[in-house]
């Protein structure tokens, strides 16, 4: 694929005598919403920590925009433009909305060492802008500590765009929400990533957010990569069918 942003060729770790990640290759291109899926310790989590530099794979390629970026440190591969949220919320309870914001783009432009104290308005503009895309301007003087759980998530959506990330990794993004609002939070997000030209990679749960929210499905069983495509072709693969899905859907 040539305008992957990520591409990822033979990618093998075992943990003592467990698989967890057995061959697995894949792309994903600027503007692309990738679902990986796959049943409890089928290996997602294990890809995700081999992507973002926190795990070293035992064999394979981590291709960032052409650049094998395997053996980097996670700070490194960040700087690179490869972003990650988390299933929890990694907010500063006791700053604003802004602050938490602010202090991304500062982090971004490699400033962190200036005292929260000399904030002022320093990034204020750039980010109300990415406060505004999220929808949560009008909170930007709240702290992060009295957010609902929905909202939260929103501004760490701003927080992972400030370091204007070439691809965004998402662990579970919508753990712990409503079914209405987890909708919500992804459309949001392929909506910015189009916009902003991002490969987002996410591992979800809920069915109802893969299949509408998703351009394509990969599916992991046991470290191994049983089927891939378009959500239609997922939703009728029989071996994810028979793996995964079994008759719900
Ligand atoms: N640090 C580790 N040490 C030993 N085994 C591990 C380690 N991390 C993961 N595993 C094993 O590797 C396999 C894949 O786990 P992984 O957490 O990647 O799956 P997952 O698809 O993310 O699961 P879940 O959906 O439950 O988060 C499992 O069998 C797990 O027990």
Not at 28 to 48: D, Q, Y
Not at 131 to 150: F, H, K
Not at 179 to 206: Q, S, W, Y
Request: aromatic share 6%; with cysteine.
């Amino acid at each position: 694929m040539s305008d992957a942003v990520l591409q990822v060729e033979g990618l093998h770790k075992s943990f003592g005598g467990v698989q967890a990640v057995a061959d697995v290759s894949f792309a994903v291109s600027a503007g692309e919403m990738l679902a990986l899926i796959g049943p409890n310790g089928a290996g997602k989590s294990t890809c995700f920590n081999m992507l973002n530099g926190q795990l070293a794979p035992d064999a394979g390629i981590v291709r960032l925009e052409g650049r094998d970026i395997v053996g980097l440190r996670p700070r490194a591969i960040w700087r690179l433009g490869v972003g990650r949220t988390f299933q929890i919320t990694a907010t500063f309870a006791s700053l604003s909305v802004r602050e938490n914001v602010q202090m991304a783009l500062y982090s971004h432009a490699g400033r962190l060492r200036s005292m929260l104290s000399r904030f002022g308005a320093a990034f204020a503009a750039e980010a109300d802008a990415l406060l505004d895309q999220v929808g949560m301007l009008d909170q930007a003087e709240r702290t992060c500590g009295v957010l609902a759980y929905g909202d939260l998530k929103r501004v760490e959506l701003a927080i992972a765009l400030a370091n204007q990330p070439r691809l965004l990794l998402m662990d579970e993004p919508t753990a712990g929400m409503a079914p209405k609002e987890r909708v919500a939070l992804m459309e949001l997000t392929a909506r910015l990533a189009r916009a902003r030209n991002i490969a987002v990679l996410f591992t979800e749960h809920d069915m109802d957010v893969v299949f509408t929210q998703a351009d394509r499905i990969i599916v992991l069983d046991r470290g191994v990569l049983i089927a891939g495509g378009t959500p239609q072709e997922v939703r009728a693969n029989p071996n994810v069918r028979a793996v995964y899905l079994g008759s719900a859907h």
